[in-house]
C-alpha cells in the first residue's frame, strides 16, 4: 500500500510538472517557446559533451509537454536525418525537400534558421499533428550544435503547435 502511495504520487508530481510549461491549463494548451528551446538546448549540451556517441540514446527519448509527446530530431549539415524518435524510418534519408501543404521547405528552412542565428531560430509551417489528418501550424526550434571536439556540427530541432 505504502508504494501503491508513492506511485501515485510520482505520476502527479510528474503531470503537474508537465503543466507548467503550458500556455494555459485549457485542454487545447499548447508547449510554451521557453520549454522547446530548452530541450534542443540541453540536447546540443549533450551533443557537445558526448559527441556523435550520444545519437542511440537520443533516438529514444520523447518527452511530455502539456499532454502530448514532443522529441528533438536532428540532422546533419546536408538534411540528412540522424535522430528522429517518432519515426525511425526517417534516419538516414536526406530531407532537403520535405515541404509542408504550402511548399515551405522544413528541415531546409530549419537548418538555414540554425546557422544564420547564432542562437538558433523558429520556423513556422503546418504539420500534421498526432492522430491528427489535417495539418495544424507548428513553430520549430532549431539550433546549430557542435558534435564532441571535433570540427562537426548538426542542427537540433523540437517544436510545438500554436493551437
Known amino acids: ?8 504520487l510520482f505520476v502527479f508530481s510528474i503531470s503537474a510538472m508537465a503543466q507548467e510549461n503550458c500556455t494555459s491549463k485549457k485542454a487545447n494548451a499548447v508547449c510554451e517557446k521557453s520549454f522547446i528551446q530548452s530541450k534542443v538546448m540541453e540536447t546540443c549540451k549533450e551533443i557537445q559533451e558526448k559527441g556523435d556517441a550520444i545519437f542511440a540514446e537520443l533516438q529514444k527519448r520523447k518527452f511530455d509537454c502539456c499532454g502530448e509527446m514532443d522529441y528533438v530530431y536532428i540532422v ?3 538534411n540528412y536525418m540522424l535522430v528522429h524518435p517518432v519515426k525511425p524510418p526517417m534516419v538516414g534519408k536526406d530531407w532537403t ?11 531546409t528552412e530549419g537548418t538555414k534558421q540554425a546557422l544564420d542565428n547564432k ?6 509551417y503546418l504539420w ?3 492522430g491528427g489528418t489535417e495539418p495544424k501550424e507548428k513553430t520549430t526550434y532549431c539550433r546549430k550544435c557542435t558534435v564532441g571536439s571535433t570540427n562537426k ?3 537540433a530541432c523540437s517544436g510545438t503547435w500554436t493551437e
Do not use: C, H, Q, S
Not at 500500500?1 to 501515485?8: A, C, D, E, P, R
Not at 525537400?97 to 528541415?107: A, V
Open 1 to 8: 500500500m505504502k508504494n501503491l502511495f508513492f506511485i501515485v
Open 119 to 124: 542562437d538558433g531560430g523558429w520556423i513556422t
Open 97 to 107: 525537400d520535405l515541404k509542408d501543404k504550402n511548399g515551405f521547405k522544413i528541415i
Open 128 to 130: 500534421g499533428k498526432f
Open 76 to 78: 546533419d549539415e546536408k
Open 153 to 155: 556540427w548538426v542542427v
